[in-house]
């Protein structure tokens, strides 16, 4: 059994699975999630787990080069973007109708119980060396 990091099978796989630039989105509990792209599910209920508890759990094992948001999260979500904002340097934004077109593009949607409004972010993975 693993000792430490993250324990879910399936998130384990898929991150230790990923290359340079490759794309991971952590999602409130509403955020559409297209066919084809892999879904881990770890809502239990409204609220949770909460998109901050995973999004922590997730920096803790993930080197993140970079982020995308949509832009509706700054007015709508000041908290989370807040949060966001502290913690990375290089934030790319676009409206939430082409965030949606770029979850596409992702190897996992991690959805969470989060249940407040544009709680999604797009995670580029970067390199340890």
Do not use: W
Request: proline letters at 4%; a negative charge; charged letters at 25%.
């Amino acid at each position: 059994m693993k000792k430490q990091g993250i324990l879910n099978s399936h998130l384990a796989k898929v991150f230790a699975d990923l290359g340079h630039t490759d794309r991971v989105v952590i999602a409130d509990c509403g955020l559409p999630i297209p066919d084809g792209v892999k879904r881990v599910d770890l809502s239990l209920r409204l609220g949770e787990p909460s998109f901050l508890d995973v999004l922590t759990e997730v920096e803790n094992d993930l080197v993140i080069e970079q982020i995308t948001i949509a832009q509706e999260m700054l007015t709508h979500n000041p908290a989370i973007a807040e949060r966001l904002q502290d913690t990375y340097d290089r934030i790319e934004q676009c409206d939430h109708e082409s965030f949606k077109r770029e979850v596409e593009k992702a190897k996992v949607v991690i959805r969470t119980g989060e249940a407040t409004p544009y709680a999604n972010v797009i995670l580029h993975a970067g390199v340890i060396f």
